[in-house]
């Protein structure tokens, strides 16, 4: 039997997802709980096989708290989120979890029992937009820590002078003013500024900038 908590905050749903569950044949509900807080109290002393958790409880977020506490202390829990939201923000916050799986509220019960059974069996039927959305994370943070890698690499080549320019690139100084500051030719900070470039492999300081700020290295320059 497919031992299944059922955390949910809304008493009418969250007796009809018990009553589904009880139906089955191959499932039963191991415990249920209203709050987020419960969940992890009730996860401390009772086991179960997969945990339905809904996101919105006492707080907006206080399902996914949940979920991390919980899975700090067992990292084997299984967790399918079930709720009623669908943004990419609070899918890829509760999917950073470490939770199996995200249903949203509204499907048919025999597809939410495939969810579960699947879930349990390691083989969880993630929805295609859920699946989408979990990629395309994963890919902007591997692009991420690749671009990471290469800007501190870079970093480590440059000079003396080369640190200072863009130090003062990132305070928002335009070259008159970084020539005036560094008290040399105009011509001389366009030069340096084109050895930048190079380096960093962008077409404008303003790209280098931005970059900076997106990997928040901005310290490396003080």
């Not at 955390?7 to 969250?14: S, T």
């Not at 008290?183 to 492999?201: A, D, P, S």
Request: glycine residues 4%.
């Amino acid at each position: 039997m497919i031992q299944v908590a059922v955390v949910e905050d809304f008493d009418l749903i969250r007796e009809d997802l018990c009553e589904l569950i009880g139906r089955q044949g191959d499932m039963e509900v191991a415990w249920q709980v209203s709050s987020g807080q419960a969940a992890v109290e009730h996860a401390r002393k009772e086991q179960a096989d997969i945990i339905l958790m809904d996101i919105e409880m006492e707080t907006v977020n206080a399902g996914i708290v949940a979920t991390e506490q919980i899975r700090e202390r067992n990292p084997e829990q299984k967790v399918v989120f079930l709720t009623v939201h669908e943004t990419n923000s609070v899918i890829i916050a509760a999917m950073g979890t470490g939770a199996v799986d995200y249903v949203v509220k509204g499907c048919s019960e025999e597809e939410l029992l495939n969810h579960i059974r699947n879930a349990y069996a390691g083989k969880p039927v993630m929805e295609a937009r859920i699946q989408e959305t979990v990629m395309r994370e994963y890919s902007r943070l591997q692009r991420s820590e690749k671009s990471l890698m290469f800007f501190i690499n870079n970093v480590s080549q440059l000079t003396t002078a080369e640190r200072e320019l863009v130090k003062l690139l990132l305070e928002g100084k335009k070259v008159r003013e970084i020539a005036q500051i560094r008290c040399v030719e105009m011509i001389t900070v366009k030069t340096q500024i084109k050895g930048l470039l190079r380096k960093f492999g962008c077409a404008r300081t303003k790209e280098i900038v931005v970059m900076i700020q997106e990997l928040n290295i901005s310290h490396l320059f003080r």
